[in-house]
């Protein structure tokens, strides 16, 4: 059964105060790991698409990374319209849809 | 460019009664996907289907849930008798055809309470 494991479950940090959320997953032949942020009230929206360990996406102040085993989300230099909830899902093992993490709660102070 | 629509935005059922969830996908995509999002917990899968089709209801509760996704119109997942564990965020995401590499976008959820 695919898993996938988010962590921190909660991060505060301080407006320009970088640093990374994990999320492990275990699945059989992954086809693609993606991260969506998701608002309160809000549907979950599409960050990015990793698909083999080594791979690297960005966009602003967000970067994805993905190794074999877990992918990364680092945030540099965040900032209050940054706080959401970051959820990461695995897509493989055969089964249709998506396999969800419980999401890090990310709050930035200004 | 409509994403993906959802109606109710909140639903309130007293227990025994049915729920109808509405959801249109984006333009150009055929794969509709439900999910369910309780307090605490992530995103569960619960149902995938095509024009017409079921393609895997594994996550779909035996008793009292169903979905469609008619040739025509809206995909609708309906669950009948409704009890207070069935309160919720309903969450409908369609994509491209070639679903296992394509992300899924979100509609912004059916809020259902059950009183």
């Known amino acids: 059964e695919d898993q996938v494991t988010q962590s921190p479950e909660a991060l505060r940090l301080q407006e320009g105060e970088s640093s990374s959320l994990n999320c492990s997953y275990t699945?059989?032949?992954?086809?693609?790991l993606f991260w969506y942020r998701q608002d309160p009230g809000k549907g979950p929206e599409f960050l990015f698409t990793?698909?083999?360990a080594g791979e690297e996406k960005e966009k602003e102040r967000l970067k994805a990374t993905l190794t074999k085993k877990e992918s990364f989300l680092h945030i540099t230099a965040p900032k209050p319209e940054d706080s959401a909830t970051y959820l990461c899902?695995?897509?493989?093992?055969?089964?249709?849809?998506?396999?969800f993490g419980k999401g890090t709660h990310l709050i930035i102070q200004p | 460019n409509a994403g993906v629509m959802q109606n109710p935005r909140h639903l309130v059922r007293r227990r025994g009664q049915e729920a109808r969830l509405r959801c249109s996908p984006m333009?150009?995509?055929?794969?509709v996907y439900w999910y369910r999002q309780l307090p605490e917990e992530g995103l569960k899968f619960m149902v995938y289907?095509?024009?017409?089709?079921?393609?895997?209801e594994s996550g779909m509760p035996k008793e009292r849930f169903s979905a469609e996704f008619p040739k025509e119109g809206p995909s609708i997942l309906r669950i009948q008798q409704v009890v207070r564990g069935d309160s919720a965020a309903y969450f409908c995401?369609?994509?491209?055809?070639?679903?296992?590499?394509?992300?899924?976008?979100f509609g912004n959820g059916t809020r259902l309470t059950v009183t």
């Open positions: 995401a369609s994509s491209e055809p070639g679903q296992g590499d394509s992300p899924l976008h």
């Open positions: 699945v059989s032949g992954l086809r693609g």
């Open positions: 990793l698909y083999s």
């Open positions: 899902a695995v897509s493989g093992g055969g089964a249709d849809g998506l396999t």
């Open positions: 333009k150009g995509h055929s794969h």
């Open positions: 289907l095509q024009k017409e089709n079921i393609i895997d």
